[in-house]
C-alpha cells in the first residue's frame, strides 16, 4: 500500500541459552576486513543508540544458504537473499537501506520499507472510530486518513529483543505501546517472530494483549523485487491472488465500503499473469481504480478465510519473476491482502548499493484485516480486549521455478 514515502551499535550478537551459545551469523566477510552479510551489508552501519535502546542488524540463516537480515528499528526487514535458478546463487529480493541513518530519516527517506506495522495497517477513515463506546481520534498523515498507526507508528519506534527466544534461524522482537500511542487507548504488549525455516519460508507471527479495549491490524510491508535487479520496474512479475472480490477505494485510497468482484476484469489474478498485463489498463470503472493509485493500492478479500477463519496451510497469492527464477507463495490467516505496487516511488529514494528506485520497482503483499474494517461494521473487526490474544500468521515461501 502506499508508504511512508507519500506520508505528512549494529553489533554481532550472541546470546546464551543454558548452556547453548546461540550466534546470529554475519555470514560473509568483505575484503577490507569488515564482516559482511551475504546480501553485502555492513552491520555496523546498523550499530547505534535512539531514546537509550540499542538498534542492531540481525541476520537468520538456514542450511540451504538463505539469508535475512532484520533490524530492530521498526522490526524491518532489510534484505532477504534467495536462492535463484542458477541453484547455487543468490538474489537480494526486498527493497530497503543499507544504512540505519536512512532509515530514521523520516524527513528524506520516510519509507515503511520492510516494517513490522502497527498498531493499525493500512488506513482508518479521517482518523476517526469508536472503540468501547467512545469516539477516538486519530492523528491524520495522509490524505486526511490516519495511515499504518500515524505519523510515529511503530515502524519509527524500536522494538526490543526477547534474547532468550532468539538465535541463528528466530527473531523475537517485542514493543510495549502505552496507552495514548499514537491516540489509540489501551497498554499494549506486542511479539513479531521472525523464523527462516529449513524449507526457505520466511515464517512471520504477530501476537498482542491489551488492558483496555482497542484495535489493532500488524502486517509486514516487505517490498519485494524478485528479479534482485530493483533499479527497473518489476511489473513482468506474475502474481498470483487467489480471491474472488476486493474492496475499491475513493480518490484518497480510502476503501468505499463496497465489495466488488474481479471477474473479468483489471483485478482478476486468479489466474496468474504479469502485473504490467493489467496494470496499464485504465480503461472502465475498475479502470478508475488504477488511475486513483497510479497502480495498485488495494485490498483483495481472500479466498482462504471463510466464516471468520483464515487457513494459512493454502495458498493465499503468489509473486514469480521470470528473470530469476525465483517464486515465493504467501500463507496466511488473515481475510485481506494489500498489494501495492510502489506507485510513489519516483527514483527519489537511494536504496542498497546506491540503487534509485523507480516507480513500480517492488510489489508489497499485506497480509491485513481489510481498510477502515473498524467503521465498517459488516467486515472482519479488528477488536481486541482485555484476556484475549491478537493472533496474526503470514509465511513467504521461496523456491525456483
Known sequence: MAGAEYSDKVMKKFFIAGSAACVILLAACGGNGARLTKSGLDPARFDTVAGEKHIALYTLTNADGMEVCITNFGGRVVSIMAKDKNKDSFRDVVLGYDNIAQYMDTVNNASDFGAAIGRYANRIN???????????????NNFGHCLHGGPSGWQYQVYDVDEEATNDSTLTLVMHSPDGDNGF?????ATVVYTLTADNTLDIT?????????????TNHSYFNLSGNPAVAGTNMVLYVNADNYTPTDSTYMTTGEVRSVRGNQFDFRSAKALYTCIADTTGMNGQQIKYA???????CLNTYKDGEGDDTKVAASLYSPDSGIFMQVYTNEPGLQVYTGNFLDGGHIGKHGIAYPQHASVCLETQKYPDAPNKPDWTQATLRPGETYYSHVAYHFSVR
Open 185 to 189: 487507548p489501551g497498554n499494549i504488549d
Open 294 to 300: 497510479g497502480g495498485f493500492d488495494h485490498n483483495w
Open 206 to 218: 504477530f501476537r498482542a494483549t491489551t488492558d483496555k479495549e482497542t484495535v489493532i491490524n500488524m
Open 126 to 140: 479521517h482518523g476517526q472510530l469508536v472503540i468501547g463506546g467512545e469516539k477516538v481520534q486519530l492523528p491524520v
